[in-house]
């Protein structure tokens, strides 16, 4: 029987870290896992009475199935007015989560060969993608040593004839890095002088410490921005699969982006009729619940910061995740195993998201007794 290549290749052994995970868990162990970042699992679900009339409502307006390509129109109305109507609604696509999303970007911008430039610390998500999709991925730096900021010099010099378009991550994962507007006005004069459009992630745009509100791309002077948003942190909905692109900047290429998109949406028309009209109610009657689960976010995140006292390591400004330095001494992969081991507290050792020398990688989305155990036992790691 033939595969394809990408199949065969997508095939990869277990690492020793989830070997020891899966045996200790089958041996009785209660692993507390500090790699999911999945709230829903920690009891902060969007309310489930509120949910199930909304979606009572929109089932009785989806219940004539009139597809609309780029997504039914007062869906991308209350998207819009989460921007105050800076990306209008004509200028919104729909998507079923922001990792097709990201499919929708390098279909339309690259073709088999051609690079994509991202972040360094990456996401394992970008491979699969890229791969998916025939292209390369190349790299950018974020300075561990300037709270991981973009290391913009190397961005220009990492721009060649083949890239076609520049990812951003803010909030950043797993840094924790949120990119200030002065940065983003630099990304921006880059991107103009090489004629090379911007991918924003926002996913984590409501968890922000220390920040009044998130700079964007979208509202720099970049030619073509796509800001890449959704649900599925917003309001804890990961399951709903809604997502979305916003496209903005100049309006030749606006149209032209926007032309193409909305066939690509066409071909699969994704996006489940119900969800998208439960959109404008979610946002709605969302803020009280929204408010309640960001301080529960911001605790928890306290606590993690307070426990690594003494540790190398930059307090994450937005997001779920942190990012620890570990002392020379001490390697990284060993230091994964040595936690799961004796304290049954699963992190992820840096080189799994190209993090170059030793560091560990956490969220600290967890109930917060958990939190302060398990950032102790880390923090004993990172003190070393």
Known sequence: MHFS???ESLAAPKNPLYILHDELRAAGHEILD???GNVNEHGVVYPQDELREILREASELAKVYKPDSLGQRSTREAISGYYDGRIP???LVVTPGT???YW??????AEAGDEILTPQPSYPLFDYIARMCGVTLTTYDLDESHNWAIDLGHLDR???SKTRAIVLISPHNPSGMVASADQLNELAAIAARYEVPIIADEVFSEFLFGHDALPRPAFTDAPLVFTLNGFSKMFALPGLKVGWIGVSGDDHLVDKALSSLELISDT???VNETAQFAVPQIFARGKKFLANYKRWIAECRGIAVDGLDGCSFAAPEGGFYVTLRLPASIDEEQAALKLLRESHVLVHPGYFYDIDPDHLVMTFIQDPGNVRRAFAAIAELGRE
């Open 5 to 7: 290549s990408l199949a």
């Open 34 to 36: 500090l790699v999911k």
């Open 89 to 91: 609604a004509t200028q």
């Open 99 to 101: 990792s097709v999303s």
């Open 104 to 109: 929708y970007c390098f279909k339309l911008l």
């Open 158 to 160: 990492q721009i060649s």
């Open 268 to 270: 699969f028309l994704p």
